[in-house]
Nanobody
């Protein structure tokens, strides 16, 4: 099991930017495929971005493609989500998630992940 801690959430205006970080308490971060998810009030948790364990491949939800960039530094056990051109509909609690894997796949379904962070609130005002 890996402990995940998100940080960097906050309040931004529409069109602005925020950068989220996810730090993992493991020395084997490179063995985990990672994902970002978000959940808005009254809505189900939804997929945002996912990366393979190497970070060489990243997949994005259509709603954030071209605006969000996920990257990871396996040497530092961290993953970041750079969010640009934010929209009010991006308002949600954002979670990072980890799945131990030996494959080079990424995972887009929340049930495919075992370990989750506590979440960080992102609020975008219009």
């Amino acid at each position: 099991q890996v402990q995940l801690v998100e940080s960097g959430g906050g309040l931004a205006q529409a069109g602005g930017s925020l950068r989220l970080s996810c730090t993992a308490s493991t020395g084997a971060f490179g063995g985990y495929a990672m994902g970002w998810f978000r959940q808005a009030p009254g809505k189900e948790r939804e997929f945002v971005a996912a990366s393979t364990r190497s970070g060489l491949r990243t997949y994005y939800a259509d709603s954030v493609k071209g605006r969000f960039t996920s990257s990871r530094d396996n040497a530092k056990n961290t993953m970041t989500l750079q969010m640009n051109n934010l929209k009010p509909e991006d308002t949600a609690v954002y979670y990072c998630a980890a799945r131990w894997t030996v494959s080079g796949a990424y995972y887009t379904q929340s049930q495919e992940y075992k370990d989750w962070g506590q979440g960080t609130q992102v609020t975008v005002s219009s």
